[in-house]
Nanobody
Framework: EVQLVESGGGLVQPGGSLRLSCTISGLPLGLYAVGWFRQAPGKEREGVSCISSSGYSITWRDSVKGRFTISRDNANNTLYLQMNSLSADDTAMYYC????????????????WGQGTQVTVSS
């Protein structure tokens, strides 16, 4: 059974940092691209960042470039998202997802999903 379990979300003040983790089981992680998506209330799910099976990373959202860093640890089957300089615009449910081999900037193309972890940026 494939499972993706996110953790690390919470309430943080503007300018603060959080590190999200996604523990993945049941997949040969070296063959899959894994990414982070987010969805704010009333908005469509959007891609944030992704790492392909070969280790190539891409950040899809211009608004997080320079602030968010994606990384993966295949040995421990874990995906991370380091988020710095958070603002209220980053408030959303954050999801990790996996798709075979390549990153695709379309949430509908991803095969496996976690349940999400809430990130709230507020003073």
């Amino acid at each position: 059974e494939v499972q993706l379990v996110e953790s690390g979300g919470g309430l943080v003040q503007p300018g603060g940092s959080l590190r999200l983790s996604c523990t993945i089981s049941g997949l040969p992680l070296g063959l899959y691209a894994v990414g982070w998506f987010r969805q704010a209330p009333g908005k469509e799910r959007e891609g944030v960042s992704c790492i392909s099976s070969s280790g190539y990373s891409i950040t899809w959202r211009d608004s997080v470039k320079g602030r968010f860093t994606i990384s993966r640890d295949n040995a421990n089957n874990t995906l991370y998202l380091q988020m710095n300089s958070l603002s209220a615009d980053d408030t959303a449910m954050y999801y990790c997802a996996a798709v075979y081999e390549y990153c695709i900037n379309s949430w509908r193309s991803f095969t496996y999903w976690g349940q999400g972890t809430q990130v709230t940026v507020s003073s």
